[in-house]
């Protein structure tokens, strides 16, 4: 007979458990990125938009409205009591409106984007506006030519 004298090889048993090592160590790096993350996502500014059917904003007779308009070209111009500035940057838009609101009680602002202006852009325009001491930013729409 063969094989009497030999002894039989040792089959290996099949490893049956799994290094979780790495998988812990991605785990905390992406709850690390999550944790970073997550505060940027839930920054904005607070808007409340107009609806084609809403009543127009009823504004304090005595107070002139402050109203910044922007142009098809991304120019601001400010709007105080019927006069209006030249064009301006973002950062003088802030400065002179920063300026009326320190003397004012009422922090409301009334912006006029041309619709052809990127959303961006007025976006930025709404967030120097808030952190110039606009309580209150308002969009100003024309209503539908041919309402239903």
Do not use: C
């Not at 105080?80 to 009680?105: C, F, H, K, W, Y």
């Not at 325009?125 to 930013?137: D, H, K, N, R, W």
């Amino acid at each position: 007979m063969k094989g009497m004298g030999m002894m039989p090889q040792q089959k290996r048993k099949p490893m049956s458990e799994i290094n979780v090592v790495p998988y812990i160590d991605v785990m905390l790096v992406l709850l690390v990125i999550f944790m970073v993350t997550a505060p940027m996502l839930t920054q904005g500014v607070k808007v409340e938009l107009p609806e084609t059917t809403s009543e127009p904003i009823q504004s304090d007779k005595d107070v002139e409205s402050i109203i910044v308009s922007i142009d098809t070209n991304g120019a601001y111009y400010l709007e105080v009591g019927g006069e209006t500035s030249n064009p301006m940057d973002l950062a003088q838009v802030r400065e002179q409106v920063a300026r009326i609101l320190s003397q004012r009680t009422q922090g409301e602002v009334l912006v006029r984007g041309d619709e052809h202006v990127e959303y961006g852009t007025v976006v930025r325009l709404m967030a120097e506006l808030q952190s110039a001491g606009a309580t209150g930013v308002g969009l100003i729409t024309d209503p539908p030519a041919n309402p239903k």
